[in-house]
Structure formats: C-alpha cells, structure tokens
C-alpha cells in the first residue's frame, strides 16, 4: 500500500526537478549562494515573477530555504542538516549541477521517472523482487495498457528492466547518483 507522507512528496518533488527554469536557477545557486530572487532572475534572464514562482516551488519540496531579511528574500540551497530524506537527492543535484553544459535534460529525464505515484507504487513493489505483469497489474489497478506506459517509462529511465527468461520485471541498480537517490526514496 501506498504511503501517504512520502508520496506525495516524491513524486511533487519530481515534478518539480523535471523543469528547466527551476533547474537553472537552482544551478545558479550552486555556483554562489545567497542570491536575491531579482539577482536569481537577472542571471537566468527570467521576469521577477517566473522566478519568483519558480524559486516558491523549489523552497515548497524542501530543496531551498529562504531568509527574509526586512524586504530582501535570499535563497540558499537547504544544506544537509535540513534536508532529512531529501539529503542524498540534494548533495546529487549539488554535485551534477556544478558540472557545464548544464545537465538539465537528464536531470529531467531521471526525474520524469517519478513523477506519477503508480509508477512509485510499482518501484516499491519491485524492491520485493521480481513481477509479472499480472502481478504489478492486480494491486495497482491499472489496465494493461497503463501499466505497459508506466514501466516503459521507468524502463526508459534506467529504473527497471525486464527479464525475459523469468518473464518478468525487477529493479536495476541506477547508474547515475541522482537516479540512485531518486530510486532510494521511491524505495522507503
């Protein structure tokens, strides 16, 4: 059964990560922190709003935290004593954020793999080891056709594979350090 604490919290955070304007500023962050939302906008060449909205987004899933100091917001990437959980994801974004070019696209791609709660509900089941269609199909009430979707898509992502002897699927060990500490807190 699905946990509802954490659940929500993952797959939000994902939806989060899975945007290239929270993303760069998120990089922007990385570089040098604090920084005002209007310093944030000018070096990501975003409206005062759109950053403002963005940075609200990234601080509401607990990968920023704000000080206000009278009319002057500044954020600061939420270090590791505050992160709880969300500790290993941040130091992996921290880490792969540092890097140029950017990389966006697969930090996006690696977070798109979680952004639906069935598909975090079929990676807790496969922890447990290995699953038949029919097995992941019954308890997560999808029709064979949505179920098919969803572990493409973690397929896709590295986070699942297939396993044609046994006929069944289970879960890979991610390659990437992101995608370890995604697959971790989908796992818990």
Known sequence: MLTSTLQPTLWRTCRVLANDTRLRLLAQLVRKQPQSVSELAAQCSLTLPVASQSLRALEARGLLRV?????????HITTRSEAGSLAELIAALVAA???EPLPTRAIMKLATAFTHPKRIQIHRMLQSGPKTEMQLQTP????????WRHL???KARGFVRHDDTQRAYQCCDHPDRIGRALSKLAAT
């Open 140 to 147: 997560t009430r999808l029709s064979s056709l949505a179920l």
């Open 152 to 154: 493409r898509k973690l």
């Open 97 to 99: 954020l540092r890097r």
């Open 67 to 75: 000080n206000r100091i009278h009319r002057r917001v500044e954020y």
